[in-house]
Nanobody, 119 residues
Framework: QVQLVESGGGLVQPGGSLRLSCAASGIIFNIYTMGWYRQAPGKQRELVAVITSGGSTNYADSVKGRFTISRDNAKNTVYLQMNSLKPEDTAVYYC?????????????WGQGTQVTVSS
């Protein structure tokens, strides 16, 4: 059974920092592209950052220079370090694991963790 369990969300003041973690089980973690997505109230889910099995990263323009995605394959965990947080970063943050084997795609989601940036 595949599980992605996020943690580290919470309430933080503007300009503050948080580190999200996503612990994966039930998958061969090191072959998956891991990503963080977020969904604010009334908005569609959007990509925040992804990291491939080889360690290449990609970020949404809105978080470049402020957020850093990383992975620890020994711990089957992906992280999102979020600095200089803004109120518009408020959302539920979801962890995603994705792997494509030819025409078959394996795609899994965590349950989400709330991040609220407010004074």
């Amino acid at each position: 059974q595949v599980q992605l369990v996020e943690s580290g969300g919470g309430l933080v003041q503007p300009g503050g920092s948080l580190r999200l973690s996503c612990a994966a089980s039930g998958i061969i973690f090191n072959i998956y592209t891991m990503g963080w997505y977020r969904q604010a109230p009334g908005k569609q889910r959007e990509l925040v950052a992804v990291i491939t099995s080889g360690g290449s990263t990609n970020y949404a323009d809105s978080v470049k220079g402020r957020f850093t995605i990383s992975r620890d394959n020994a711990k089957n965990t992906v992280y999102l370090q979020m600095n200089s947080l803004k109120p518009e970063d408020t959302a539920v943050y979801y962890c995603n694991a994705d792997y494509k084997a030819g025409p078959i795609e394996y795609d899994y989601w965590g349950q989400g963790t709330q991040v609220t940036v407010s004074s």
